[in-house]
């Protein structure tokens, strides 16, 4: 089996629950689904495609604390690592046990995070999810720096995922101001800003986190990260061609296990797109292959871009970001300035 890179990291995957709805008690707020523990179907996926490691986010449903995503790294440490936010907060809310509270989700996850048990806040940094609530940017900027703050005290990446946020301004300002403000905290945009949906304004949105991401250089480094495993092949070269992002600042990771389906796109960017299905079961009554998907692009990569860069993009970037052990030393490209830039010596060891 020739596997799509020397090391293969999925960073953005959902396996804790198959998303069956049970209604919240709080009707203005998130519903919740029912924890259901998929990880037998994911390490069989990952063994089919040639995936190294898989990273667990807390689904956009309420439900799976974050203890079972910590427990089902101690089962397979060598195949899984987790996300926290705050599970269990969002939960009594929904269930009418409390009013929500910006404190208590941020004591959960500083919690979390002392355990050491995991490597990120994500995927959605916590917020009042009330439909009638009305965010100014100064109020998401002042919640947002407590958690960046609390990043930075543990040490891990946090998790952007504002364009769902339904603002009435520029989420793209909060993450130059966050990048900005916090240069040694490292952000990774979930989807690179290009989620799923067919009404996806693709090119403008990658164009958009593009020109923040190239803005975000200080000191020779660069602390927003692109999520590209929604990405159609094309997207890929828009990003590596520009001089102030490159194939450094690329991460592998899509929406495994997302309830959504792929569908094709005659006439849209990429031949194929993911998007949630409001006439059709919201559970998919099979596994959407995600990975089939996704590496079907990758392979187009191959037709402009080298194998040591894909390396880098589907493994390399993930493994130096979170310090994951490697079965080798001198497995990813480093120490070209063509890549690196002036400060090409800090990428090797």
């Not at 493994?315 to 890549?339: I, Q, S, T, V």
Request: aromatic share 12%; hydrophobic share 40%.
């Amino acid at each position: 089996m020739r596997h799509a890179a020397r090391y293969v990291v999925e960073t953005h995957a959902h396996i804790s629950t198959l998303y069956e709805p049970v209604e919240a008690k709080n009707k203005n707020w998130q519903s919740v689904a029912v924890p259901v523990d998929n990880s037998a179907m994911c390490l069989y996926d990952m063994e089919r495609y040639g995936i190294d490691m898989t990273f667990i986010k807390p689904p956009s449903q309420i439900g799976p604390p974050n203890e079972m995503h910590a427990e089902m790294v101690d089962r397979h440490p060598d195949k899984f690592r987790a996300f926290c936010t705050d599970q269990t907060q969002k939960l009594k809310v929904a269930q009418g046990e409390a009013e929500w509270d910006i404190d208590s989700s941020a004591a959960e996850v500083d919690a979390a995070l002392a355990t050491g048990r995991f490597i990120g806040i994500g995927e959605f940094v916590p917020r009042d999810w009330d439909p009638r609530k009305t965010y100014t940017f100064e109020e998401r900027l002042g919640e947002f720096r407590i958690f960046m703050e609390l990043a930075r005290k543990h040490g891990v990446t946090i998790d952007y995922h504002e364009f769902s946020g339904g603002y009435e301004w520029d989420h793209w300002r909060l993450l130059a101001r966050l990048a900005a403000e916090y240069p040694d905290v490292p952000i990774i945009v979930c989807h690179a800003g290009h989620s799923g949906g067919a009404h996806d304004d693709g090119p403008n949105q990658l164009r958009n986190v593009l020109r923040v991401t190239g803005g975000a250089w200080r000191n020779g480094r660069n602390n927003i990260y692109l999520e590209t495993g929604t990405w159609p092949a094309e997207f890929f070269k828009i990003a590596m061609d520009d001089p102030n992002v490159g194939v450094t600042q690329l991460i592998w990771g899509g929406d495994y296990g997302s309830r959504q389906y792929i569908l094709t796109s005659p006439g849209r960017d990429g031949a194929t797109f993911a998007t949630f299905m409001r006439k059709w079961q919201l559970v998919a009554p099979y596994q959407v292959d995600w990975w089939g998907t996704s590496l079907h692009r990758i392979d187009k990569v191959r037709d402009f871009a080298t194998q040591d860069e894909i390396n880098l993009i589907l493994g390399g970037n993930a493994a130096r970001l979170f310090n994951l052990p490697m079965p080798h030393d001198r497995m990813f490209m480093r120490g070209r300035p063509d890549a690196w830039g002036v400060y090409w010596e800090d990428s090797l060891p």
